[in-house]
C-alpha cells in the first residue's frame, strides 16, 4: 500500500489558506464570548450556543514522507505508524482544560492495484488495506507495560520511533500506553478508514468523528466499513484528554 498521509490536514500551507479563509478563535476568544453570552442567558445555554456555532479553537497537523516518496506498508512489516500528534493541549496552546469536540482526519493513499477477484458489491468490500486511529497516554512507568511480540506492543515500538524522529520526549518517570477502545474489546486502535479495493490512484478520503452520538450509531459496524470504508468513530472523541497525542496507524493484510 503506497500511502502520503495526512491528519486533520494536508501541509502547512493548507492551514495557512484554511485560516485566511475562515476565523479561528483562540481560547481566551471563546472565553470572552461565553462571559457576554452569560449576561443574557445562563452559562448552560451559552455553551449550547457556542456548539451549535461549533465556536472553538480549531488546530491543524500533518505529515509527509520525505521528499514525498510514498510510504508502502506490507503485513510481512507490521503496521506503520503514519502520524503522531503532538499533546493536544500544545497544540491548541493552552494549559486550560478543554474538552475535544471533534477530530476530522484526511488520507491520501490507495491499495496495491490489484486482486485475485475484483466483483464485490462495494469498492471497499475486498481491500486489506486500511488506516487505524489510536490515542497515545502517558502513564507511569510502573504501571502495567505491553506484552512483548502483540501488537499492541509493535505498535508503540513505531510510534516511540516516529516520536525520538520528531523529538517529542515524554516526561520523567513517564511511559507511553494505548488508550482502550471502549466499544471494542481486547482493541486500543479505532478503525479509520480502507482504501479503494485495487486501485493505484490516490484517493482522499475525509472521516469526521464527534463527541456527539452519529445517526449511524445503531448501524452494525463491519456492514458500515464494507459500505463506506470508514470506521464509525464510537466514544473516540469521548476519550481525548488535553495531554493525549493522536496516533494513525497504517495495516496491510494478505488475504
Sequence with gaps: MGSLMSTLTDSNEDEQSAQGRHYTPLPDDVDVVRGYLTLWVPVELANVIIDEAQYWPKVHFGVRPPDDVPTCVFETGGP???????????????????????????????????????????????????????????????????????EEGLILTRVRDFMDAMDDTVGDGMKIALVANPSQTDSSTWHLQRNIRASREDAIHQIVWS?????????????????????????????????????????????
Aim: hydrophobic share 35%; charged share 30%.
Design 80 to 150: 506503520e505508524c503514519s502520524l503522531v500528534t503532538p499533546k493536544l493541549s500544545e497544540l491548541i496552546g493552552t494549559t486550560k482544560f478543554v474538552r475535544i469536540k471533534k477530530v476530522v482526519f484526511r488520507t491520501i493513499s490507495h491499495d496495491q492495484g490489484f486482486c485475485s477477484e475484483n466483483n464485490f458489491p462495494s469498492k471497499y468490500l475486498g481491500s486489506w488495506t486500511w488506516f487505524e486511529a489510536g490515542i497515545i497516554r502517558e502513564v507511569e512507568k510502573t504501571s502495567v507495560g505491553e506484552q512483548p511480540g502483540t
Design 211 to 255: 463527541d456527539e452520538v452519529p445517526d449511524y450509531a445503531e448501524e452494525d459496524e463491519m456492514k458500515f466499513i464494507d459500505s463506506t470504508g470508514a470506521g464509525k468513530g464510537m466514544g473516540y472523541v469521548r476519550c481525548l484528554q488535553p495531554s493525549d497525542r493522536i496516533v494513525v496507524i497504517a495495516k496491510a493484510k494478505v488475504k
